[in-house]
C-alpha cells in the first residue's frame, strides 16, 4: 500500500491510526438497531461524534480531493476502511435524520466514486438485504440478519466467480 518511507505510506498509515477513533465511531449509530435487545440507545454524544469524523474527512482527508484518501488515482486500504463505516450507516438508515452526507460535499463525492468501483453491487448485498433499521419492519432482526448473510454471500461467491472468469479469459 506504500513503499516503505514514501508519503503515500505514512499518510495511509495516519489514516488507519486515526481510523480507531475516528470513522470505526460511527458503529455506535448502528449497534442499537444490531443488537436491540442489548436495550443500547443511540445518544446526542454519538451523533456529534459522528458530525466530527465527517467534517474532519470533509475537511481534512478529502479536502482538495477528486481522488482518494491517500492522494491517489485508486482507492487504498485506507478509503476502504472509512467507506465501509460510512456505507454501512447510510444503507442502513442509521446516519440519522439530522445528519445528511450531501452536506459535506467532499465525502459525498468521494462515496458516490468508492460506490462506482467493481463488484460494489455485491459486496453490499447484504446491506441492501438488511435495508433501513431505523424504519418499523415486522420481520425480527435475527431472520433479517440471516436473510442479509446468505444475500450476501451468494452475491460474494458470484463475484468470486465473475473475478475467476476475467482473469481467465485475460490469459488466454
Known amino acids: 500500500y506504500g513503499a516503505p518511507g514514501t508519503p503515500r505510506k505514512a499518510l495511509i498509515d495516519s489514516y488507519m491510526h486515526w481510523h480507531h477513533t475516528g470513522t470505526r465511531s460511527l458503529s455506535a449509530l448502528l449497534r442499537p438497531h444490531i443488537r436491540p435487545e442489548l436495550n443500547l440507545q443511540v445518544t446526542d454524544a454519538d451523533y456529534e461524534k459522528a458530525t466530527k469524523v465527517l467534517e474532519s474527512l470533509n475537511n481534512g482527508w478529502l479536502q482538495g480531493q477528486d481522488g482518494f484518501i491517500a492522494t491517489s488515482d485508486e482507492p487504498t486500504i485506507a478509503d476502504m476502511l472509512a467507506f465501509e463505516e460510512i456505507v454501512q450507516v ?83
Not at 92 to 116: E, H
Not at 119 to 142: F, I, K, R, W
Not at 156 to 168: G, I, K, T, V
Open 90 to 172: 447510510e444503507t442502513t438508515g442509521t446516519l440519522g435524520s439530522s445528519i445528511a452526507l450531501d452536506d459535506y460535499p467532499n465525502v459525498r463525492a468521494w462515496v458516490n466514486r468508492m460506490k462506482q468501483l467493481p463488484h460494489y453491487d455485491q459486496v453490499h448485498a447484504s446491506l441492501t438485504v438488511l435495508g433501513n433499521l431505523v424504519e418499523p419492519n415486522e420481520t425480527s432482526m435475527p431472520k433479517r440478519l440471516a436473510a442479509a448473510t446468505k444475500a450476501g454471500v451468494a452475491a460474494l461467491q458470484e463475484a468470486q466467480q465473475s473475478f475467476r472468469q476475467d482473469l481467465q479469459s485475460s490469459k488466454l
